[in-house]
């Protein structure tokens, strides 16, 4: 359903319409296209944007077809024309099929109609059907809308869409199409054959049943009576922090951002809609120099200002169907650009940011004059390092220009985990049409896609998420996005003190006690680490680099040491997300997180195995450094599977249990096992191979299954669902060497 990067997958390629006015001219002969004339419209990659252009061709002169249905609006077109174009492609309409002459009845009948309202003025036809409460945009032209006044008049007001619920439906002779969007942003793509005109199909007969015709003129609420109805906000968004100008001036003057006492002239609108394979945005800036002579001429003055401010917002109103001063983002309305939450704008937790990013002080660099030990210093340089964040965060085709690191905030993220539970429930309940499981999968992919910005290549194809797999790797993007977040919180805390150093500024803002280990405690980590190298996991070593012993005051008084079965378990996280970890402790899922993208439900996940965890850390050979944490989780009495489950939270709970054993195949040596804490923590850190527990509880394990489990776990995973259940124990810094 999406734009797989050839001509072949570009959809809805041709287009037949009738030209609007002699101006456009032939892309293949290069002569003029007269006004009235059946053009054919072809869409092409674009070479200037990421989406498409359309080239209008002389019919004669289009790409070949397969037939008429290959054409988007050919049963739009006057009676003779279709006959035409099919005589042109030596497939002619047999009249003396009932369908055929039943189809051409229509066709005369509405374009009789048409004819006749197509002099009325485009205003008065816009109130004629949103006074039927019909789904229009600014885009329709007028022959469109006289169109679907005939199509109305002719055969009746149609039901909303079953799949957008707009009421968009348009009939166009033998077939129903939707001319509306799905989820306020994907262009719907629902057709329905009524009656087969042309040889080839061009809907789902499936869908037959689903729509029925209704009399013309019979108004629910009038869309014009509404808009009167409507009144804005008594106060206007408030305006927050400073804004900078980002946009080459071209000039050497500085520019800054123009600014009121209520607003950032300052606005960035995306659209996406996978539909097409579009992903592209617009930025608007308004920008003055920072020179009295100009402040007082544009500033005081204003008709300089008063004019960019005009157009300003008529541009705004076009891309994003919605008034600049009462737009509250991140919002996006029918047919239009997607507003996007912007730093100083109505976010008071992304402010004092230049939409370019950053903001406040940075806490990597070097660690000279650091009180810190070294080890530590060169920790926190790192996990505090803005251009670390940005590259991991691009890696993961997050779009830093449509939403800079310092604009990250808590709704977004929240809106970001709400869209991905929608695509898990569709992954679980998939439509019986396979069709429309694409195109809702799609849709809903292009309005995860509209809430947390990405980039792609002009090359690669946006992918649609279809699986579980991808649906988890976008769910490790969200929380990533939430770590950034609180790091960026604690950046901005930092505050313009000069006295002390960033680092050290940094480290009493973790609220996280950090020391290097003994040596001994050095050891047993590299040796754990060692021993329990999965065999899958061959691709690199682990090289432990710095140990750092860790206290949090936080987790002291709660923590649920009285539970059994502590044991030293790792955790694996990118670098972006410690400093959240440190500062916040390891959190479980939010509620608007799906729960379907979890293994065992929503949980703090860990392993015995070092290279599972680090395996989740997304270190490359390019940048090898990855973070592993060791925690003394209490486990207490545990709830075993032998496969995924993605209710296992609450499974676990009703079994009353306290955490949750994934049973793998392959586990550290119990032989091997040592302990710390005189005794009270165990540390599985026996040499990998086959596990004992599996083998010797395998038949229980699967009766409790149901009798036919298979072992699909390689490894063993560990989860809690209670955050009392962890404390951190050590911060491990490893170089992953790769092979080759």
């Given at each position: 359903m999406s734009y797989g990067g050839d001509d072949s997958s570009i959809p809805d390629k041709l287009r037949l319409d009738y030209a609007p006015t002699s101006r456009a001219s032939c892309k293949g002969c290069g002569r003029g296209i007269g006004q009235g004339e059946v053009r054919c419209g072809v869409k092409v990659r674009s070479q200037w944007h990421d989406g498409f252009d359309m080239h209008f061709h002389h019919v004669a002169c289009a790409p070949k077809a397969s037939g008429p249905g290959a054409f988007k609006g050919v049963q739009r077109l006057r009676w003779a024309d279709q006959a035409a174009l099919a005589d042109a492609l030596k497939m002619p309409l047999d009249e003396s099929k009932p369908a055929v002459k039943k189809a051409k009845r229509l066709n005369e009948l509405v374009w009789g109609v048409v004819d006749k309202v197509a002099s009325v003025p485009k205003k008065q036809l816009r109130e004629a059907l949103e006074e039927n409460d019909r789904f229009i945009t600014d885009k329709m032209s007028p022959a469109e809308l006289a169109y679907m006044i005939g199509d109305s008049l002719v055969s009746?007001?149609?039901?909303?869409?079953?799949?957008?619920?707009?009421?968009?439906?348009?009939?166009?002779?033998?077939?129903?199409?939707?001319?509306?969007?799905?989820?306020?942003?994907?262009?719907?793509?629902?057709?329905?054959?009524?009656?087969?005109?042309?040889?080839?199909?061009?809907?789902?007969?499936?869908?037959?049943?689903?729509?029925?015709?209704?009399?013309?003129?019979?108004?629910?609420?009038?869309?014009?009576?509404?808009?009167?109805?409507?009144?804005?906000?008594?106060?206007?968004?408030?305006?927050?922090?400073?804004?900078?100008?980002?946009?080459?001036?071209?000039?050497?003057?500085?520019?800054?951002?123009?600014?009121?006492?209520?607003?950032?002239?300052?606005?960035?609108?995306?659209?996406?809609?996978?539909?097409?394979?579009?992903?592209?945005?617009?930025?608007?800036?308004?920008?003055?120099?920072?020179?009295?002579?100009?402040?007082?001429?544009?500033?005081?003055?204003?008709?300089?200002?008063?004019?960019?401010?005009?157009?300003?917002?008529?541009?705004?109103?076009?891309?994003?169907?919605?008034?600049?001063?009462?737009?509250?983002?991140?919002?996006?309305?029918?047919?239009?650009?997607?507003?996007?939450?912007?730093?100083?704008?109505?976010?008071?937790?992304?402010?004092?940011?230049?939409?370019?990013?950053?903001?406040?002080?940075?806490?990597?660099?070097?660690?000279?004059?650091?009180?810190?030990p070294p080890p530590v210093a060169r920790f926190v340089s790192l996990i505090g390092d803005k251009k670390m964040m940005a590259a991991q965060l691009q890696e993961m085709h997050v779009d830093l220009e449509k939403m800079p690191l310092g604009s990250i905030s808590t709704a977004q993220i929240k809106r970001g985990y709400e869209a991905l539970t929608r695509v898990a429930t569709q992954l679980q309940t998939p439509a019986a049409d396979g069709d429309e499981q694409k195109h809702r999968l799609l849709t809903l992919t292009t309005h995860f896609y509209t809430t947390i910005p990405h980039k792609f290549g002009l090359d690669e194809v946006p992918p649609v998420i279809d699986s579980l797999p991808m649906l988890k790797d976008k769910l490790d993007m969200v929380e990533a996005l939430l770590q950034v977040q609180e790091s960026q919180k604690l950046s901005k805390s930092l505050g313009p003190a000069a006295e002390q150093h960033p680092l050290d500024a940094m480290y009493a803002q973790l609220q996280c006690g950090l020391a290097p280990a003994s040596e001994a405690e050095h050891e047993m980590v590299r040796r754990y680490a060692a021993n329990t190298h999965g065999s899958?996991?061959?691709?690199?070593?682990?090289?432990?680099?710095?140990?750092?012993?860790?206290?949090?005051?936080?987790?002291?008084?709660?923590?649920?040491?009285?539970?059994?079965?502590?044991?030293?378990?790792?955790?694996?996280?990118?670098?972006?997300?410690?400093?959240?970890?440190?500062?916040?402790?390891?959190?479980?899922?939010?509620?608007?997180?799906p729960v379907t993208g979890y293994m065992f439900g929503k949980g703090v996940y860990f392993a015995d195995m070092s290279s599972k965890s680090a395996n989740y850390c997304g270190a490359t050979s390019a940048n090898p450094t990855a973070v592993l944490l060791l925690c003394d989780v209490a486990l207490g009495s545990q709830y075993e599977r032998l496969n995924a489950e993605y209710e296992a939270a609450e499974s676990c709970k009703k079994a009353g249990k306290a955490s949750t054993w994934g049973v793998g195949k392959f586990a550290p040596a119990d032989g091997g096992a040592s302990s710390i804490e005189g005794g009270a923590i165990r540390v599985p850190m026996g040499e990998a191979g086959d596990s004992e527990y599996m083998k010797a509880n395998f038949a229980r394990l699967q009766k409790a299954e149901g009798g036919k489990a298979r072992a699909a776990l390689l490894y063993n995973e560990y989860i809690v669902y209670d955050v009392s259940q962890i404390q951190m124990k050590y911060v491990v810094v490893c170089e992953l060497e790769f092979d080759g």
């Open positions: 009746g007001l149609l039901p909303p869409c079953p799949f957008c619920e707009c009421n968009a439906l348009v009939g166009e002779g033998g077939m129903i199409r939707c001319a509306g969007f799905a989820a306020g942003t994907t262009s719907c793509r629902f057709s329905l054959v009524l009656d087969s005109v042309f040889d080839e199909p061009l809907g789902s007969e499936e869908m037959r049943g689903r729509t029925k015709r209704a009399g013309v003129f019979e108004p629910t609420q009038p869309l014009a009576r509404a808009l009167k109805d409507w009144s804005p906000p008594k106060d206007a968004p408030p305006f927050h922090g400073d804004l900078h100008g980002d946009i080459d001036s071209g000039d050497d003057e500085e520019l800054d951002g123009s600014c009121d006492a209520k607003y950032a002239w300052h606005s960035v609108l995306n659209a996406v809609d996978l539909a097409d394979g579009t992903n592209k945005y617009y930025k608007m800036q308004l920008l003055q120099t920072g020179s009295s002579r100009r402040q007082e001429q544009v500033g005081a003055r204003l008709p300089q200002l008063g004019r960019a401010k005009k157009e300003f917002r008529e541009q705004f109103k076009k891309l994003a169907k919605c008034d600049f001063e009462w737009c509250e983002p991140p919002v996006q309305h029918p047919s239009g650009y997607a507003v996007t939450l912007l730093p100083g704008q109505l976010s008071d937790e992304a402010t004092g940011e230049a939409a370019a990013g950053g903001g406040g002080k940075s806490a990597s660099g070097s660690a000279m004059g650091s009180s810190l899958t996991h061959d691709t690199y070593k682990i090289n432990v680099k710095d140990v750092l012993a860790v206290s949090r005051a936080a987790e002291q008084p709660g923590f649920k040491a009285s539970l059994a079965n502590r044991q030293l378990l790792w955790h694996g996280s990118r670098l972006t997300n410690w400093a959240g970890i440190l500062s916040q402790g390891l959190r479980i899922a939010p509620p608007e997180a």
